[in-house]
T-cell receptor, first 115, second 114 residues
Framework: NAGVTQTPKFRVLKTGQSMTLLCAQDMNHEYMYWYRQDPGMGLRLIHYSVGEGTTAKGEVPDGYNVSRLKKQNFLLGLESAAPSQTSVYFC??????????????FGPGTRLTVL | GDSVTQMEGPVTLSEEAFLTINCTYTATGYPSLFWYVQYPGEGLQLLLKATKADDKGSNKGFEATYRKETTSFHLEKGSVQVSDSAVYFCALSETISNTGKLIFGQGTTLQVKP
């Protein structure tokens, strides 16, 4: 099992450009999450999904869109990148997120720089 | 809303020293509590968890006890190694929404010197 994978690993964008980050999991997990990690702020939830075809906003959703067309994939889009979106992005998944005991499994991260 | 507060880092210790990283939380309901570890250049990995009051989570020599009366979940290890150098995150599971969402502390960087 590859677990949770993310592509790309690194990306540099210019202000106003768009891009899509791909997260894939092979554990048949229902729940998937996108976080951003900034120095001194821990991880903050951007969007999440509780199943194929569903998405919901997290703590910091502005400037991002997501889609979950297939159960194993969760895409994070930036339509018009801004320097404030420079961050490390992590995807995570869990089996049955509605149980508070469920562990989340994390991908290796995508380091995005917006110039 | 729910929140997690960790002691600020970085924490610098010599090998074999005792480690404590403080974590306190504010939550409605009865969340589960987690410690995640992030090694350089990697994603987060679950280190240990506790699901109810007085539970003790343990793994790789690390321990933390769910203290409801003090709303704390401090991480401890009796003798740290250089390989323990990493960023440690305390987190709680949000119970109201039933979505498994985690609320993270800001992270504490641990550096262990030989």
């Amino acid at each position: 099992n590859a677990g949770v994978t993310q592509t790309p690993k690194f990306r540099v964008l210019k202000t106003g450009q768009s891009m899509t980050l791909l997260c894939a999991q092979d554990m048949n997990h229902e729940y998937m999450y996108w976080y951003r990690q900034d120095p001194g702020m821990g991880l903050r939830l951007i969007h999440y999904s509780v199943g194929e075809g569903t998405t919901a906003k997290g703590e910091v959703p502005d400037g991002y869109n997501v889609s979950r067309l297939k159960k194993q994939n969760f895409l994070l889009g930036l339509e018009s990148a801004a320097p404030s979106q420079t961050s490390v992005y992590f995807c995570a998944s869990s089996y049955l997120g509605r149980r508070s005991t469920d562990e989340q499994f994390f991908g290796p991260g995508t380091r995005l720089t917006v110039l | 809303g729910d929140s997690v507060t960790q002691m600020e880092g970085p924490v610098t210790l010599s090998e074999e020293a005792f480690l404590t990283i403080n974590c306190t939380y504010t939550a409605t309901g009865y969340p589960s509590l987690f410690w995640y570890v992030q090694y350089p250049g990697e994603g987060l990995q679950l280190l240990l968890k506790a699901t109810k009051a007085d539970d003790k989570g343990s793994n790789k020599g690390f321990e933390a006890t769910y203290r409801k009366e003090t709303t704390s979940f401090h991480l401890e290890k009796g003798s740290v190694q250089v390989s323990d150098s990493a960023v440690y995150f305390c987190a709680l599971s949000e119970t109201i929404s039933n979505t498994g969402k985690l609320i993270f502390g800001q992270g504490t960087t641990l550096q262990v010197k030989p």
